[in-house]
């Protein structure tokens, strides 16, 4: 099979979706990266939108040279499992009974549901999705790579905004463990709430719900309320 050459553009989305379809395991499911659209689309056997997926359908069957629709296959189960047993081996902060304890979760059925619970139990839980998210991103442009869709620049590019992203999520996270009483926030979003809040205005912080992540002030009424965190900004 001779697959067309083109460039495509990196974005976030893109990288997402053939991220996510890579990770895919399901055989409910064929995933492809649509060339014309630059994005990931799929076809479900397990459900049905009438017209619109039996056009897409027809339109993949008919693409016989793969000039548009090229399918994104799905990596072996054992990279999952190598991915968690790397992750374990390099908990150089963790001592040898720990990784050893979570060696023990990943054999045998259900390794991943016990591997996610130790980890959460632990307290590594961020840091393993973030070694999978790095090794996914990774896999992903070098499919897009091989297929030269991209270049080898356009690699560590991708990877760059995998770390740009993760450094904005961890900032993000930050600043709500930081929105305290006595600091200021700005509102970015007033989705639900658009009679109460002005996204752009600043607003005093009185109180905060840690286990909620809400915190209280006066809205545009002047009422004193909870807001939830996710609507703000720290200042």
Not at 15 to 26: I, K, S
Not at 216 to 221: F, L, S
Request: proline share 2%; net charge negative; glycine share 6%.
């Amino acid at each position: 099979m001779k697959i067309p050459k083109k460039s495509l553009k990196l974005t976030r989305e893109l990288l997402y979706g053939v991220e996510m379809a890579m990770d895919d395991h399901g055989f409910e499911m064929e995933w492809y990266l649509d060339l014309e659209k630059e994005e990931t689309t799929f076809i479900s056997y397990l459900y049905d939108d009438g017209e619109e997926t039996e056009a897409l359908r027809e339109q993949i069957e008919n693409d016989t040279d793969e000039k548009r629709f090229i399918p994104i296959p799905a990596k072996p189960s054992h990279e999952g499992w190598e991915q968690m047993e790397a992750f374990i081996l390099g908990l150089d902060d963790q001592d040898e009974k720990t990784r050893n304890l979570l060696l023990t979760t990943i054999q045998g059925n259900g390794a991943f549901r016990r591997f996610k619970d130790a980890i959460h139990s632990i307290g590594v839980a961020q840091r393993w999705f973030d070694h999978k998210g790095r090794q996914d991103r990774r896999e992903a442009l070098e499919w897009l790579l091989s297929l030269d869709f991209i270049t080898a620049e356009d690699v560590e590019k991708g990877m760059q905004l995998y770390e740009e992203t993760l450094a904005k999520r961890k900032q993000r996270q930050e600043d709500m463990v930081n929105m305290k009483a006595g600091r200021q926030v700005r509102c970015s979003d007033d989705h639900g709430h658009a009679d109460k809040l002005t996204i752009g205005k600043v607003y005093d912080i009185l109180a905060e719900q840690k286990e909620h992540r809400n915190i209280r002030m006066k809205d545009d009424r002047g009422k004193t309320v909870w807001m939830p965190k996710s609507h703000f900004e720290l200042i």
